[in-house]
């Protein structure tokens, strides 16, 4: 504190691995001043942290501004490279861990988790100033040398795992398709208790025929240009979708009757996969489209299609790639293709395009192995 001048915030202090460490809370106007980022063009190796990915950060600040009233964000983890003073409020017990942070405004803060957070609250205060005075949880860690900042950094990351995407699901209040997707598991006896609503893969012991994740995706693949539609009209329709696909579907049926295990459905076939049932989503939509009052009776087509997953000369390529379900963009697209051409449909310039592109990469192996 050679120069008189310091920061002081008001902080508890903790200990891990026989080291002090600080909590405390930074206004979220003060955040972007006080905590700078790794320089961008120094090698990996000299860095703290990984770089910037700044295509996150537009995401991460309409988070916070369109979420003003329920936003979340965990605390930002920082090291501090100089000798620092922590003054307790009281000098026994417990009352001691309370008290003033006391660093030297020379000293150089280092984000060693919370870049992309800061610069997600540095964005939205520019579209939301009044942010500013809202606050945001701060650790401190004594910087003791590159090697251990670099150290932190991979042990706050190394065991962070994301939420599987049907969990990530099952708790979003916020997105439209997930509540009606929610709701129309709940309420529809197709889905009611052979829907996975945790796990985004299935055991092969799996009771359960679907994943969450699999039946929001193809949901959202149906309703995507419908828009206009009240919400009550979008989860109506979504209903009136799924329980005409099922009619057509009798191993789903027989699973939800006891005839079948849905190990044996998930095994022998692929219509409950989620390649499939984003591609069904995608052409009942052109049906929907097509015939907008008679596409029940279109649909019917379903039942005569073959979804073995033993009939390979259909769907290898398309929802198989080397017998094996893909959900690519890819085959997503070519096993709508093959289900629209079934029904009668025609494909739209893309799907058409990556037909013919798949026509001719199948004609050249032909023709390789005669």
């Not at 251990?148 to 994301?162: E, G, K, S, V």
């Not at 069904?280 to 073959?306: C, F, H, N, Q, V």
């Amino acid at each position: 504190m050679s120069d008189g001048f310091e920061y002081q915030f008001p902080a508890i202090r903790g200990v891990q691995a026989q080291r002090e460490y600080y909590v405390s809370m930074c206004p979220m106007r003060l955040l972007p001043r006080l905590f700078q980022f790794d320089e961008d063009e120094l090698a990996p190796e000299l860095r703290a942290q990984r770089q910037l990915n700044r295509a996150r950060i537009p995401e991460l600040s309409r988070y916070i501004t369109e979420n003003v009233d329920d936003y979340v964000f965990s605390a930002i983890t920082v090291s501090i490279d100089a000798d620092i003073a922590f003054k307790p409020v009281a000098g026994e017990g417990e009352e001691n861990r309370i008290g003033i942070l006391k660093i030297p405004m020379s000293a150089r803060f280092i984000i060693n988790d919370g870049q992309h957070r800061r610069a997600a609250i540095d964005d939205a205060l520019r579209n939301n100033p009044e942010l500013g005075d809202e606050t945001i949880a701060v650790v401190f860690f004594i910087d003791k040398g590159l090697e251990r900042c670099q150290q932190m950094f991979a042990d706050l990351n190394r065991y962070a795992i994301r939420p599987s995407p049907s969990l990530s699901i099952l708790y979003d209040y916020r997105d439209e398709t997930a509540a009606l997707v929610k709701s129309l598991i709940g309420s529809s006896d197709i889905f009611r208790d052979v829907v996975e609503l945790e796990k985004t893969s299935l055991a092969p012991r799996s009771r359960r025929l679907f994943t969450l994740s699999a039946i929001y995706h193809a949901t959202n693949e149906l309703l995507m240009g419908v828009s206009e539609r009240s919400p009550e009209d979008a989860a109506r329709l979504a209903l009136e979708f799924w329980e005409a696909v099922a009619e057509q579907m009798g191993d789903w049926n027989r699973v939800r009757h006891g005839e079948l295990t849905a190990g044996e459905v998930r095994k022998d076939f692929i219509h409950t996969h989620g390649v499939v049932l984003q591609a069904l989503a995608r052409t009942g939509r052109a049906l929907i489209s097509r015939y907008p009052k008679g596409w029940k009776r279109e649909i019917a087509g379903l039942k005569t299609m073959d979804w073995r997953r033993a009939n390979s000369k259909m769907w290898e390529g398309r929802a198989l790639v080397g017998g094996q379900l893909s959900k690519a963009h890819q085959n997503i697209t070519l096993t709508a293709n093959a289900i629209k051409t079934h029904l009668g449909l025609e494909l739209s310039e893309e799907e058409q395009r990556v037909e013919d592109a798949f026509n001719r990469g199948t004609n050249g192996i032909q023709k390789a192995s005669a």
